[in-house]
């Protein structure tokens, strides 16, 4: 069982900057990959980008050179640096843990950027 526990959504103008930060606890397994999902109203789920425990980064094409996504294994917390941010990146966004070997994924409940001037 895995806990995921998000932080440091907010209210920030265009061009500004924001970082999220997604601590995980429970049972967790050393092989795994964490990540950021954005959801906007009537929209589905999306990726916005992952990490590997292994350091391996995937983004969505919309945020690359804008967003950066880390991890700190030995606090098993994941973070998302969000600069340049535009009206566009206004969603929920929820973080992801998944156990790579036994398959089990994990959502966080959520935390609300709005980029708005």
């Known amino acids: 069982q895995v806990q995921l526990v998000e932080s440091g959504g907010g209210l920030v103008q265009p061009g500004g900057s924001l970082r999220l930060s997604c601590a995980a606890s429970g049972s967790i397994s050393s092989i795994n990959v964490m990540g950021w999902y954005q959801q906007a109203p009537g929209k589905e789920r999306e990726l916005v980008a992952t990490?590997?425990?292994?350091?391996?980064?995937n983004y969505a094409d919309s945020v690359k050179g804008r967003f950066t996504i880390s991890r700190d294994n030995a606090k098993n917390t994941v973070y998302l640096q969000m600069n340049s941010l535009k009206p566009e990146d206004t969603a929920v966004y929820y973080c992801n843990y998944r156990a790579v070997l036994a398959g089990y994924a994990y959502w966080g409940q959520g935390t609300q950027v709005t980029v708005s001037s």
């Open positions: 990490i590997r425990s292994g350091g391996v980064t």
